[in-house]
């Protein structure tokens, strides 16, 4: 999954003969609609909520259906409500790119340390080495909950990396001469 | 019924298949990938299946009761996230090849333009 998200990075950089215009350049002739109140309040209401449920399934894998993998998609829709409650460049400010980089890749590498924990640890690869604790306590089963974060960091960071590359391809990259 | 979950599978991959192999439209047999692969979610998910099991979490059940396998869902679950990367790779690749063709039908590809 990586590296489809780093192929998509790859693929969609502005190529040598296009440019990159910020949209508000050129309001004038714009075509889209601005968005309606009643999706901007809807966005902004369910935000929080959204936000929240994210970091609870990812926390809570080990104990109900979820995880990293459910918990990271459920984040990045957080970023797709500010994307459609507001305009691409509210979503520029708060999605800073050096996050989101360090975010997934930081989820990536996450991943393989805690593996090598294991080996580090006298057992094989991706081995369970923490005290495993009560059965249906938050802080249990060794290091499940521990992969669980670097999997939904990593999930959640490359959604919304994917989300902005498409974004930008649409609305910012432009080829010379290439009318809005 | 023991097959008809295979049977499912089978068509859907079938039909998917015919999609891409037929289309005129890269989006289009991007889709119909998708198709397929949710044929491959539901062989998972049907390899897994014990009739009659619950679901498998043993907070309030004695251990040992017949369980619906956890593993195969667990992988299917994995498997829809990273489809869903793998198609906005096909989509990026697709983009690029209509900067470069000035079209968006696979029939009309012919040698490199520039």
């Given at each position: 999954?990586?590296?489809a998200v780093v192929g998509v990075a790859i693929l969609l950089r502005a190529q040598r003969d296009e440019t990159e215009q910020p949209p508000d350049e050129d309001a004038a002739d714009r075509h889209a609609p601005a968005t309606s109140n009643a999706v901007r309040v809807l966005g902004l209401v369910l935000?929080?909520?959204v936000v929240l449920f994210g970091?609870?399934?990812?926390?809570?894998g080990h104990l109900s259906p979820g995880g990293g993998f459910q918990g990271g998609v459920v984040l990045a829709t957080g970023a797709l409500l500010v994307y459609l409650s507001g305009e691409y460049v509210t979503l520029r400010r708060v999605r800073p790119e050096v996050l989101i980089d360090l975010a997934e890749s930081a989820g990536a590498a996450g991943y393989v340390a805690i593996g090598f924990l294991g080996v580090a640890a006298g057992a094989t690869f991706l081995a369970n080495v923490l005290p495993l604790g009560?059965?249906?306590?938050?802080i249990s089963s060794g290091m499940i909950p521990l992969i669980n974060l670097a999997v939904g960091l990593e999930v959640a960071g490359g959604f919304v990396l994917l989300l902005s590359e498409f974004l930008e391809q649409t609305l910012v990259v432009r080829r010379p001469g290439e009318v809005t | 019924m023991r097959l008809l979950p295979y049977g499912v599978a089978a068509w859907l991959f079938l039909v998917g298949l015919y999609g891409i192999v037929t289309s005129r439209n890269l989006v289009h047999a991007i889709t119909c990938l998708s198709v397929v692969q949710s044929s491959t979610y539901i062989l998972l998910l049907s390899v897994g299946f014990e009739r009659g099991g619950?679901?498998?979490?043993?907070?309030d059940v004695p251990v040992g009761t017949r369980a619906v396998d956890p593993v195969v869902s667990a992988l299917t679950l994995t498997d829809v996230v990273v489809g869903a990367t793998v198609s906005a790779l096909l989509l990026a690749l697709?983009?690029?090849?209509?900067k470069h063709?000035?079209?968006l039908d696979p029939e009309r590809f012919g040698p490199r333009q520039d």
């Open positions: 999954m990586f590296a935000l929080g909520p970091i609870y399934v990812i926390a809570h009560q059965p249906g306590a938050l | 619950t679901a498998p979490i043993f907070l697709a983009v690029q090849a209509h063709h000035g079209t």
